[in-house]
């Protein structure tokens, strides 16, 4: 064949000189509503006399949904990152996998004729595809990208590859699937990436909160909500992140305040249209920006309102968090938003934030800022990203989002556990989802959260295209180091021309480990949670946040374990004529 092409796991980040001839990967099992993701790398033969060679593909397969994508590379400059020690995919600079571009796995071939002879193209598709024999491409497929049910059984998936020149056939590899007939049960872990609405204003100059930047948002979190994520940051106020003191953003701010005679009357309507669009692509719970700023609780949030028909800032920096006039703000504002929030549903499914990240010296700050919301938000989810064991421990915390570094501190301590990573953290094999890390290293967040117990998950960065501290504006599809030169750490989507997001490979595998989590549940529910717990222990030991799979077969292997034991469990149940 004058194509080589070699099937890998949706695991694997595969290089331009990655070393995997003899690679052997033939497929996996899944349940009948579970997404599952493979690769076919291709390059030019090696035994072939050729330098290039365009080629189409063709998926064959009895499966009715496989989404296909060209797994794109983006340029890091810096990977000698000093704490990088296990667990990573090199070193050194260079082209790395990450970028998920759409293409169309059945396309219609159409024939031209121009004066050197015919060419075929895959009608419509914007992504030709030409081999070259000095790098390694990748095609990656999702299979059930939409969560439907696929038939249980065993299904084969062929991918051909034809030369556009003359349609032979040059290369093919195929990949056996097996569905168990079993479901996964409803996600329970809420999950979150912060969501940043002026990233989008400025990347695509449309104003803020304007139709089409409304437009955009809403593909930004169709598809964030597609791989799992089911919160989302509210911007009832500008949130007050990443911003040194006296600095501010972009002003995004959903509520609408008029200000009469030292009256405060608010308009939610527009926040009512966000919530509304956010539910209608799929989202159910949400977090409302943070009452006050960041690290340490010492001022409030930056606040616009009409005042005396003059729109004007009335709190910020210059606000003490803990002074009475943006506390009798607090509980006018509180206490309408109570009310709006009553009235659409949502009481049971809004979180709120006071400060993020708290440390040891801000303690009395943060607690004047409790302090001054009082009993105000009782009934309602609250909870902030800290590292300080303390926190909980004095009750300023009722459900804390804890740093993996520093989560053991709170593990059987604590009903009600999150917890979060910045990217940053990349001691001791803890987990993260950053380009130079292995994608096992990514999706064993999965089984570390449903060993401990874990509610939720936070990250910092689905779509922030900023530089440190809010300042400069980076594309990360030319740039993917534009953020502290750490590549991947602020940001999960890349931004498409048209208004889109582009999945990143690395999306796709925390939602394989969001989807482990589904599946050790429902084993638990089919047998005890010993039981799962044991498989997990049989191949990592006992589980803490810096276990760290070495190889992706380890991470395929237990996952591949708690699928049979499913498909065991489930057999034995139709022989007895039970349900599950």
Same mark, same amino acid.
Not at 97 to 106: E, G, Q, T, V
């Given at each position: 064949?004058?194509?080589?092409?070699?099937?890998?796991?949706?695991?694997?980040?595969?290089?331009?000189?990655?070393?995997?001839?003899?690679?052997?990967?033939?497929?996996?099992?899944?349940?009948?509503?579970?997404?599952?993701?493979?690769?076919?790398?291709?390059?030019?033969?090696?035994?072939?006399?050729?330098?290039?060679?365009?080629?189409?593909? %063709?998926?064959?397969?009895?499966?009715?949904?496989?989404?296909?994508?060209?797994?794109?590379?983006?340029?890091?400059?810096?990977?000698?990152?000093?704490?990088?020690?296990?667990?990573?995919?090199?070193?050194?600079?260079?082209?790395? =996998?990450?970028?998920?571009? =759409?293409?169309?796995?059945?396309?219609?071939?159409?024939?031209?004729?121009?004066?050197g002879g015919n060419i075929f193209f895959e009608q419509g598709e914007k992504t030709l595809l030409t081999a070259v024999?000095?790098?390694?491409?990748?095609?990656?497929?999702?299979?059930? %990208?939409?969560?439907?049910?696929?038939?249980?059984?065993?299904?084969?998936?062929?991918?051909?590859?034809?030369?556009?020149?003359?349609?032979?056939?040059?290369?093919?590899?195929?990949?056996?699937?097996?569905?168990?007939?079993?479901?996964? =049960?409803?996600?329970?872990?809420?999950?979150?990436?912060?969501?940043?609405?002026?990233?989008?204003?400025?990347?695509?100059?449309?104003?803020?909160?304007?139709?089409?930047?409304?437009?955009?948002?809403?593909?930004?979190?169709?598809?964030?909500?597609?791989?799992?994520?089911?919160?989302?940051?509210?911007?009832?106020?500008?949130?007050?992140?990443?911003?040194?003191?006296?600095?501010?953003?972009?002003?995004?701010?959903?509520?609408?305040?008029?200000?009469?005679?030292?009256?405060?009357?608010?308009?939610?309507?527009?926040?009512?249209?966000?919530?509304?669009?956010?539910?209608?692509?799929?989202?159910?719970?949400?977090?409302?920006?943070?009452?006050?700023?960041?690290?340490?609780?010492?001022?409030?949030?930056?606040?616009?309102?009409?005042?005396?028909?003059?729109?004007?800032?009335?709190?910020?920096?210059?606000t003490k968090a803990s002074g009475t006039k943006y506390k009798d703000f607090l509980h006018a504002y509180l206490s309408?938003?109570?009310?709006? #929030?009553?009235?659409?549903?949502?009481?049971?499914?809004?979180?709120?934030?006071?400060?993020? %990240?708290?440390?040891?010296?801000?303690?009395?700050?943060?607690?004047?800022?409790?302090?001054?919301?009082?009993?105000?938000?009782?009934?309602?989810?609250?909870?902030?990203?800290?590292?300080?064991?303390?926190?909980?421990?004095?009750?300023?915390?009722?459900?804390?989002?804890?740093?993996?570094?520093?989560?053991?501190?709170?593990?059987?301590?604590?009903?009600?556990?999150?917890?979060?990573?910045?990217?940053?953290?990349?001691?001791?094999?803890?987990?993260?989802?950053?380009?130079?890390?292995?994608?096992?290293?990514?999706?064993?967040?999965?089984?570390?959260?449903?060993?401990?117990n874990i509610k939720g998950f936070l990250h910092w960065g689905y779509n922030y295209y900023y530089d440190v501290l809010?300042?400069?504006?980076?594309? =990360?599809?030319?740039?993917?180091?534009?953020?502290?030169?750490?590549?991947?750490?602020?940001? #999960?989507?890349?931004?498409?021309?048209?208004?889109?997001? #582009?999945?990143?490979?690395?999306?796709?595998?925390?939602?394989?480990?969001?989807?482990?989590?589904?599946?050790?549940?429902?084993? %638990?529910?089919?047998?005890?949670?010993?039981?799962?717990?044991?498989?997990?222990?049989?191949?990592?030991?006992?589980?803490?946040?810096?276990?760290?799979?070495?190889?992706?077969?380890?991470?395929?292997?237990?996952?591949?374990?708690?699928?049979?034991?499913?498909?065991?469990?489930?057999?034995?149940?139709?022989?007895?004529?039970?349900?599950?």
């Amino acid at each position: 064949m004058l194509i080589e092409s070699v099937p890998l796991s949706s695991l694997h980040k595969v290089r331009p000189n990655s070393n995997i001839s003899s690679y052997s990967y033939t497929g996996g099992s899944l349940l009948e509503n579970e997404t599952f993701s493979f690769q076919i790398a291709f390059r030019c033969s090696s035994s072939a006399d050729m330098h290039f060679l365009p080629v189409f593909t %063709e998926v064959i397969s009895d499966i009715p949904e496989i989404s296909c994508y060209y797994v794109g590379y983006v340029p890091v400059t810096h990977a000698n990152i000093p704490n990088l020690q296990t667990c990573f995919v090199s070193r050194e600079c260079g082209l790395y =996998p990450d970028i998920l571009i =759409p293409r169309k796995s059945k396309a219609k071939i159409k024939k031209e004729i121009f004066p050197g002879g015919n060419i075929f193209f895959e009608q419509g598709e914007k992504t030709l595809l030409t081999a070259v024999n000095d790098c390694w491409q990748s095609l990656w497929f999702t299979v059930n %990208e939409n969560g439907r049910t696929v038939q249980s059984g065993e299904h084969k998936i062929t991918v051909r590859f034809f030369n556009r020149k003359n349609k032979e056939l040059v290369g093919e590899s195929t990949v056996t699937i097996i569905v168990i007939p079993a479901k996964l =049960p409803k996600q329970e872990l809420i999950y979150t990436n912060w969501f940043h609405y002026d990233c989008l204003s400025d990347y695509y100059c449309v104003d803020m909160f304007s139709d089409e930047h409304f437009e955009i948002m809403k593909n930004y979190i169709k598809t964030a909500v597609k791989n799992g994520m089911n919160m989302i940051l509210t911007p009832a106020f500008t949130p007050p992140l990443d911003t040194t003191e006296g600095a501010q953003r972009k002003t995004a701010q959903l509520v609408k305040i008029t200000v009469i005679d030292g009256i405060y009357t608010f308009d939610f309507s527009l926040m009512k249209r966000f919530i509304r669009m956010c539910k209608s692509v799929g989202i159910n719970y949400f977090e409302h920006s943070h009452l006050f700023t960041q690290w340490g609780a010492k001022a409030a949030p930056k606040i616009m309102a009409t005042v005396n028909e003059v729109e004007k800032q009335i709190f910020g920096w210059k606000t003490k968090a803990s002074g009475t006039k943006y506390k009798d703000f607090l509980h006018a504002y509180l206490s309408a938003l109570d009310t709006f #929030l009553k009235k659409e549903g949502l009481e049971k499914s809004f979180l709120f934030h006071i400060s993020d %990240e708290p440390s040891d010296k801000d303690r009395g700050d943060y607690k004047k800022a409790v302090d001054a919301v009082g009993n105000l938000l009782d009934g309602y989810m609250t909870g902030d990203a800290l590292s300080h064991y303390s926190f909980y421990e004095e009750g300023l915390v009722k459900s804390p989002i804890v740093s993996t570094n520093a989560i053991h501190d709170f593990i059987g301590k604590c009903d009600n556990l999150w917890c979060y990573y910045t990217g940053g953290r990349t001691q001791n094999g803890l987990s993260n989802r950053l380009i130079l890390t292995t994608s096992q290293r990514n999706r064993i967040i999965g089984v570390q959260m449903y060993y401990h117990n874990i509610k939720g998950f936070l990250h910092w960065g689905y779509n922030y295209y900023y530089d440190v501290l809010s300042h400069g504006l980076f594309d =990360p599809k030319i740039n993917p180091c534009g953020y502290k030169m750490n590549a991947g750490t602020s940001y #999960l989507v890349y931004p498409e021309t048209n208004g889109t997001a #582009l999945e990143s490979l690395r999306q796709k595998v925390f939602y394989e480990a969001i989807n482990d989590i589904r599946a050790m549940q429902l084993l %638990e529910k089919l047998t005890c949670r010993k039981t799962v717990e044991e498989i997990l222990e049989q191949h990592f030991g006992k589980i803490t946040f810096n276990t760290c799979p070495e190889t992706e077969d380890d991470m395929l292997r237990v996952r591949e374990d708690i699928n049979q034991r499913i498909n065991k469990e489930i057999k034995e149940r139709v022989s007895r004529h039970e349900g599950y």
